[in-house]
């Protein structure tokens, strides 16, 4: 899902920039009010463990790649701000260390991985807690959700970027199929390890769940 230099024309990746900085900024102020070293060591483990799982890729024709995200699953633990910036720390150092995705389309690989994706599976997550009035099954059923749906979501809006520009060679016809159909797909994994990795925290230390927060589930 990491879109390379080259794809996007500098009209898409001018606007994609801007909302980058736009929400980015406002995460940061936000995240300033939360803070605790405690939230600073989750932050820093969290995003380290996403950075190697995003590491592995795998080529798609008619798109860039295909990878796990942890969008929804860092949403989930950190609410959507700090989720946000653990997401941002991951892709800023694969792009300029690592060249994994371009500098100029940096903007549109944190919209779709540090802010759609956690959005939509923070909000998926939060969605069940509020409708389902078990614990064990809204954060099982939440947390798988909110998995698969983040980063099938954030597979559309990429196909759509990259579809949409002229400096790409297909349009949306071949670029959505291929990103969304294949990230839906792997999202059956992202939303499984996202389960089970929050039904884990949620039983060992469930204080660490910060979605959950000033939501009552009887």
Known sequence: MHIPD??????????????????????????KQMLSAELVSLVTVLAAAIFAAQMLNWPLPGGTSLHLVGGALAAILLGPWLGFIA?????FIQCVVFHDGGITTLGANVLNMAIVACLTGYLTYKSALKLIKRWDAARLLGSFIGGWLSITIAGLACGLEIGYSPAFPYGVAVTVPIM????AALGVIEGIITALTILYVARKSPDLIASEAGVGVA
Do not use: Q, R
């Not at 794809?7 to 936000?30: S, V």
């Not at 997401?87 to 892709?91: A, E, T």
């Not at 969304?180 to 990230?183: L, P």
């Open 87 to 91: 997401l941002f720390l991951v892709l």
């Open 180 to 183: 969304a159909g294949w990230h």
């Open 6 to 31: 080259g794809f996007l024309d500098p009209a898409t990746a001018a606007l994609t920039y801007l909302l980058m900085l736009g929400y980015g900024g406002y995460a940061l102020y936000k995240a």
